[in-house]
């Protein structure tokens, strides 16, 4: 297998431990395997995640990433509720699954607060704890984060500025007036609308009139 091999292979690799995460998550929530197996042939199959595992673009590593991250901290947060010794251990594993996908690209930032609102303990005797250690957390993640680049780009001497934090901001607000068109071609357009490439999306609008309100983090 050459190095052309392997790049190409990555993805196919990584969508399909997606799907094997997307099986697990649903068990974890309490679905049954028929349609466990469902929701994970549904995502390979009727999304834009199989024309993405046919390149080596970082959507299938983050999509990974980030599902990886929800399942750990979904893991925490029943673990920690029925106080088990193995609740910190999966929000490490949540922690370590962020960063992976903050590393893969940078646009994970923006998922944060939905991980957090599946981490948080809801109406339980331990919340205010939790929140703590939640918030602790996530101070160690940002924190370890710069020290792991600084070390990065002293040894690389990588002199990157992807993770300038300060010029991104700039750019982003500098191109925010912009943010229409942008926004416009990836939910109208059909050319690249992700509507028209993953249309089983669509069937998630009915999930709020389904699921019992008990189930709103779903």
Known sequence: VGN????????????????????????????????????????????????YSKTFFREPLITFALL????????????????????????GLGVVFWLLALLSKEAALILLPMLA???YPGRSPYRRVAVVIILLAGVSLLTGLGVLLGMLD???????????????????????????????????????????????LLLAF???ALLPRARWRE
Request: hydrophobic share 50%.
């Open 4 to 51: 052309i091999h392997a790049i190409f292979l990555f993805n196919v690799i990584v969508t399909a431990l997606t799907g094997v995460l997307i099986f697990a998550y649903a068990l974890r929530l309490g679905y049954d395997d028929r349609l466990a197996t469902l929701a994970a042939l549904l995502y390979g199959l009727t999304t834009i995640a199989w024309p």
């Open 206 to 208: 009915l999930s709020p």
């Open 68 to 91: 990886g991250s929800a399942y750990a901290l979904e893991c925490w947060r029943q673990a920690y509720l029925a106080r088990k010794r193995t609740a910190f251990g999966w929000l």
């Open 154 to 200: 002293a040894l690389l001497n990588t002199q990157t500025a992807r993770y300038e934090v300060l010029s991104r901001a700039l750019d982003f607000l500098n191109g925010l007036p912009m943010a229409r068109y942008g926004l416009g071609g990836y939910l109208l357009t059909p050319g690249k609308s992700i509507w028209a490439y993953s249309p089983v």
């Open 117 to 119: 609102l599946i981490a």
